[in-house]
């Protein structure tokens, strides 16, 4: 009875059962996902890569520390994907195959191989990018991993057939020659890595990395087959993307290839033929009409362009030869880029006999070189740094021979960093540009002024023999001094308020301000040893 009673007065709620609300039901585990999926492990990591789903880590482990989690929405999202039936047909396809092989009926093998299934990725690349502009701000990981593959050799063991890296080789020519075209090239930097580029599409900064032209070892402990996922669908942005950009410039693509030219396998930049789009003459009249770019617009950029600093003409009227040690590709892409001209491969008296011939780039040393007054003979290095300096360096350092000055960085900036190196106010002065002033340099500067003003007044004061003038200086120097005062003081005040303010925080901001200054203090001390390596290499010199 007293049960009863307590059961009716106390109305308990519903027992809820584990894993059925809360962060348990918003992630599902790999394994799960695979069965759900009704998926092989090989073609749910293929489909995750392809449609840009990535595992997730809960606030808690619920099942453990080694286990994967994924949000169960992608896992649906998946789920009504139409390249998990294309897998499965793939699948049953080979099944029949195989059967077909072992039975010896070659007649309905060749048939089966000759009626394979293929699927496309094109749906993928709308779903994932519905506007051009972020296809554009995603081409950085495209473009360094398509170079890479593009400097591979073929290798039957890790499944990379020679016919995937030409494919790489011509995608990536192609985005370079859109590059050359468009003027769109920014900044070149050499370093240990490779070569690193950055070119401006659409007010958006690309930056990608191309190995050198060495032969490239691959390794076994790396998982080539995930990489090779990432190239499928990489391959298919940057075809879409190139497509965009060429059509932009009414230029037709793909560009031909001139079979004619030598190294046309390798997809030299003089191999492509550019050609417009066959328009008619109706849709070409009315298109100029619609696009007729004014005058004032076309002053506008070039007003931009100057602004920017970038001088897209710098090697106008200017012709290099490239010598077969130097890294050609890399040069002929920089140099076509800032409108100059190319030549590699010619007899010794064509090259001898051509006039027009104004730079030699070239690596060997002087005694193997026969130099010839009218040309400049100089090492690579100066194109990438005439580039980046946005004018022509003097050539003297960069002779054959000679010890090359420092590669700067031009993704580095000095005012930010609170160190600007040797060189750069070597080249700064070049161009006719004011030091950079770092912010203790100007409140160094304002004291010293103070201080120097004062004491100059004060010797001024005791040498005139006037009155009159010994009263002004006196005045100004009590005006100087007021402000002196005035400007300590409120230094002082500041300094009360900052040590309030850090009394008043919680512990959570005084952790994370401590940190900022620490790394503050980091960044100073590494700005001194900089600037005491190079006090070093002065007294060496």
């Given at each position: 009875?007293?049960?009863?009673?307590?059961?009716?007065?106390?109305?308990?709620?519903?027992?809820?059962?584990?894993?059925?609300?809360?962060?348990?039901?918003?992630?599902?585990?790999?394994?799960?996902?695979?069965?759900?999926?009704?998926?092989?492990?090989?073609?749910?990591?293929?489909?995750?890569?392809?449609?840009?789903?990535?595992?997730?880590?809960?606030?808690?482990?619920?099942?453990?520390?080694?286990?994967?989690?994924?949000?169960?929405?992608?896992?649906?999202?998946?789920?009504?994907?139409?390249?998990?039936?294309?897998?499965?047909?793939?699948?049953?396809?080979?099944?029949?195959?195989?059967?077909?092989?072992?039975?010896?009926?070659?007649?309905?093998?060749?048939?089966?191989?000759?009626?394979?299934?293929?699927?496309?990725?094109?749906?993928?690349?709308?779903?994932?990018?519905?506007?051009?502009?972020?296809?554009?701000?995603?081409?950085?990981?495209?473009?360094?991993?398509?170079?890479?593959?593009?400097?591979?050799?073929?290798?039957?063991?890790?499944?990379?057939?020679?016919?995937?890296?030409?494919?790489?080789?011509?995608?990536?020519?192609?985005?370079?020659?859109?590059?050359?075209?468009?003027?769109?090239?920014?900044?070149?930097?050499?370093?240990?890595?490779?070569?690193?580029?950055?070119?401006?599409?659409?007010?958006?900064?690309?930056?990608?990395?191309?190995?050198?032209?060495?032969?490239?070892?691959?390794?076994?402990?790396?998982?080539?087959?995930?990489?090779?996922?990432?190239?499928?669908?990489?391959?298919?942005?940057?075809?879409?993307?190139?497509?965009?950009?060429?059509?932009?410039?009414?230029?037709?693509?793909?560009?031909?290839?001139?079979?004619?030219?030598?190294?046309?396998?390798?997809?030299?930049?003089?191999?492509?033929?550019?050609e417009e789009k066959k328009n008619t003459a109706e849709e070409t009249q009315a298109k100029d009409q619609k696009y007729a770019i004014s005058e004032e617009f076309t002053k506008e950029t070039e007003q931009l362009y100057k602004a920017?600093?970038?001088?897209?003409?710098?090697?106008?009227?200017?012709?290099?030869?490239?010598?077969?040690?130097?890294?050609?590709?890399?040069?002929?892409?920089?140099?076509?880029?800032?409108?100059?001209?190319?030549?590699?491969?010619?007899?010794?008296?064509?090259?001898?006999?051509?006039?027009?011939?104004?730079?030699?780039?070239?690596?060997?040393?002087?005694?193997?070189?026969?130099?010839?007054?009218?040309?400049?003979?100089?090492?690579?290095?100066?194109?990438?740094?005439?580039?980046?300096?946005?004018?022509?360096?003097?050539?003297?350092?960069?002779?054959?021979?000679?010890?090359?000055?420092?590669?700067?960085?031009?993704?580095?900036?000095?005012?930010?960093?609170?160190?600007?190196?040797?060189?750069?106010?070597?080249?700064?002065?070049?161009?006719?540009?004011?030091?950079?002033?770092?912010?203790?340099?100007?409140?160094?500067?304002?004291?010293?002024?103070?201080?120097?003003?004062?004491?100059?007044?004060?010797?001024?004061?005791?040498?005139?023999?006037?009155?009159?003038?010994?009263?002004?200086?006196?005045?100004?120097?009590?005006?100087?001094?007021?402000?002196?005062?005035?400007?300590?003081?409120?230094?002082?005040?500041?300094?009360?308020?900052?040590?309030?303010?850090?009394?008043?925080?919680?512990?959570?901001?005084?952790?994370?301000?401590?940190?900022?200054?620490?790394?503050?203090?980091?960044?100073?001390?590494?700005?001194?040893?900089?600037?005491?390596?190079?006090?070093?290499?002065?007294?060496?010199?």
């Open positions: 009875y007293q049960r009863r009673v307590h059961g009716e007065n106390c109305r308990m709620g519903k027992k809820i059962k584990k894993g059925t609300k809360g962060t348990a039901t918003q992630y599902i585990s790999r394994a799960k996902a695979i069965r759900k999926l009704q998926l092989s492990l090989k073609d749910f990591r293929r489909i995750c890569i392809l449609k840009g789903v990535y595992p997730r880590e809960p606030k808690k482990n619920l099942k453990g520390l080694k286990t994967t989690y994924y949000h169960v929405k992608d896992i649906n999202f998946l789920a009504h994907d139409q390249l998990i039936s294309r897998f499965r047909d793939i699948k049953a396809h080979l099944k029949k195959y195989k059967k077909a092989l072992a039975r010896g009926n070659t007649d309905k093998a060749n048939k089966l191989k000759e009626h394979k299934p293929t699927y496309t990725l094109t749906h993928l690349i709308r779903e994932r990018y519905p506007t051009f502009l972020d296809a554009i701000r995603d081409l950085d990981d495209p473009l360094c991993l398509i170079n890479l593959f593009a400097s591979f050799q073929a290798h039957h063991d890790h499944n990379v057939p020679a016919e995937r890296i030409q494919k790489c080789i011509k995608l990536s020519r192609e985005f370079n020659m859109f590059v050359i075209k468009a003027k769109a090239l920014r900044k070149v930097f050499l370093s240990i890595k490779g070569i690193y580029y950055q070119c401006e599409i659409l007010g958006q900064q690309v930056t990608w990395i191309t190995p050198y032209q060495f032969v490239q070892s691959m390794p076994y402990d790396v998982d080539y087959k995930i990489m090779l996922t990432f190239l499928e669908f990489y391959e298919v942005l940057l075809r879409f993307a190139n497509y965009k950009l060429y059509s932009s410039l009414n230029l037709a693509y793909p560009p031909k290839v001139d079979p004619v030219l030598e190294h046309s396998e390798f997809y030299t930049y003089s191999s492509f033929i550019l920017s600093g970038c001088n897209v003409n710098l090697f106008k009227n200017l012709v290099f030869y490239l010598s077969r040690e130097t890294p050609r590709i890399s040069l002929e892409f920089v140099i076509l880029s800032f409108s100059g001209r190319v030549i590699y491969d010619i007899d010794d008296q064509d090259f001898y006999n051509d006039a027009s011939i104004t730079h030699v780039i070239t690596d060997r040393e002087p005694k193997h070189i026969k130099f010839l007054s009218n040309r400049e003979y100089i090492q690579p290095q100066w194109v990438f740094d005439c580039v980046n300096n946005n004018f022509l360096v003097p050539v003297k350092e960069y002779a054959p021979g000679k010890i090359l000055p420092p590669h700067l960085s031009p993704f580095v900036d000095n005012k930010k960093e609170g160190y600007v190196p040797e060189r750069q106010k070597k080249l700064n002065e070049l161009k006719g540009e004011e030091e950079i002033v770092m912010d203790d340099d100007l409140e160094a500067q304002l004291v010293n002024d103070v201080v120097g003003n004062g004491t100059n007044h004060n010797e001024n004061a005791d040498e005139e023999e006037d009155e009159d003038d010994v009263e002004e200086v006196q005045e100004e120097f009590d005006i100087e001094k007021e402000h002196k005062n005035k400007e300590e003081k409120k230094m002082r005040e500041l300094i009360e308020n900052k040590k309030l303010a850090r009394s008043m925080l919680t512990k959570k901001r005084r952790r994370i301000l401590s940190k900022i200054l620490f790394a503050k203090e980091k960044k100073r001390k590494e700005i001194e040893k900089l600037k005491q390596k190079a006090q070093v290499k002065k007294s060496n010199k």
